[in-house]
């Protein structure tokens, strides 16, 4: 039996199991892709602590490697389930079945379709949920970015820098991202504002060649773009694990700030938690509260 | 086997003309996610000997990822005689890959 098993090699994750390890507690990381999480898109982490500049894949090795050093073990294999046995907890993937003391979920988000006919196919062919890492495909031409949020008002500020134009489509008439940005956006020449619309069609041959959006009074525009950039949010990776932690409307786990949920034992940490603020650091946060509060749990 | 580094200069040669399957590996140096595949492709090299492995920098080879209306990277091309049989786009596990092989 493992002490700590901790589900997602991410940030959070990773630095949950080196606090783990510094208490001496055995520990087995479960990752379904690869080590890093998200992070590993963002080609420039310019506001943790210490390092003043770190490319994202760095960072993610760095932590990685940080806590392989001290003895943490890593599977890639994709948690499925968790059973509650009382005293311990039985963590299950495709390949077999791990028993632990303590569990801690640091499983984040994905992102979260746009949900129109065909955009899967489309991914990689004009479609994209990261403007800071596709944005570069599509210097000088005509984009649109959908959403509302800060990730929205960010990706569409990124590409007025490298598209000829950008269209901001939104479905309501006020953003929920920051007013600084959104003010930016509408002091520059090359934006659109597209509001109180949703995409409803995309129109491709190999590749996205217009897309069709929609307004509240059911007026249709259709729009020349070569790339679609969505953010509409993200999801989290508490499906799986539902029935022994307790999900807010949008699928975070309610766990507060230390990490516990519903269930003795299993602890939540990172992007997948209800919070405010999900940032890098944050994220490690959640991970050094989470590996404590199972190290007490456990020798309790 | 390896991946090999190709260029537009051998890509006609080293993938279209080809006699047996080549998977493609579309990358940039500043990708996190193409870094974080790289180590499963090489993997794969050493245990697949029926497909060849080659990688294209798209930075240095603009025209050949316009060719093949690449948006968004890590972007794998299976390549059979001469043509793309499939793709698959952004980083995925190892056994996605092997499903991919077939």
Known sequence: MTDIVIIGAGPAGLTAAIYARRASKSVLVLEAMSYGGQIINTPHIENYPVAAHISGFDFATKVYEQAKALGAEIKFQKALEIRDNGDTKTVVTAKGEYEAKAVIIATGSKNRPLGVDGEKKLVGRGISYCATCDGAFFRGKAVAVVGGGNTALEDALYMADIAEKVYLIHRRDAFRGEEASAEKLQALDNVELVLNSQVTKLNADKRLQSIEVTDKQGNVRTLEVSGLFVAVGRIPENQPFAPLIELDGAGYAVAAENCRTKTKGIFVAGDNRVKDVRQLVTATADGAVAATEAVHYINS | ?102
Do not use: H
């Open chain 2, 1 to 102: 086997m390896a991946v090999k580094t190709l260029t537009e200069a051998t890509f006609k040669e080293e993938v279209l003309q080809a006699n047996q399957p080549v998977l493609v590996d579309f990358y940039a140096d500043w990708c996190g996610p193409c870094r974080m595949l790289r180590p499963t492709l090489e993997e794969l090299s050493e245990e697949r000997t029926d497909v060849k492995f080659a990688a294209i920098n798209i930075d240095d080879n603009p025209e050949l990822a316009d060719d093949f209306d690449i948006s968004s990277i890590p972007c794998v091309i299976l390549f059979k005689n001469g043509a793309e049989a499939d793709r698959s786009v952004g980083l995925v596990p190892k056994e996605a890959l092997e499903d991919f092989l077939g």
